[in-house]
């Protein structure tokens, strides 16, 4: 059984930054890639970042230097850290993990990101 727990998140200002975590447990040698989603109210889910398993990372356009995801392997954990933060970010934020055939199989609880002007 894999787990995985995020997190992080809450309220900050424009400008402010934020860090997520997700921590996997259980059978971590099932999950492949990590995702971030968000979701904002109305909005249709969004992918944010990815971390490979490679190492190399993906970001949409409009995090790009803002937003940093990384991982620490010893710790299980990966981290999506978010700076310069807009009210545009605000969302609830979910990490996945794809399991071997790149199906996003396991989800994080979701945690709130709010960014207020």
């Known amino acids: 059984q894999v787990q995985l727990v995020q997190s992080g998140g809450g309220f900050v200002q424009v400008g402010g930054s934020l860090k997520l975590s997700c921590a996997a447990s259980?059978?971590?040698?099932?999950?492949?890639?990590i995702h971030w989603y968000r979701q904002a109210p109305g909005l249709q889910r969004e992918l944010v970042a990815v971390m490979y398993s490679t190492g190399s990372t993906y970001y949409i356009d409009s995090v790009k230097g803002r937003f940093t995801i990384s991982r620490d392997n010893a710790k299980n954990t990966v981290y999506l850290q978010m700076n310069s933060l807009k009210p545009e970010d605000t969302a609830v934020y979910h990490c996945a993990g794809e399991d071997g055939v790149g199906y996003l199989r396991y989800w994080g609880q979701g945690t709130q990101v709010t960014v207020s002007s």
């Open positions: 259980g059978d971590t040698s099932k999950i492949d890639n």
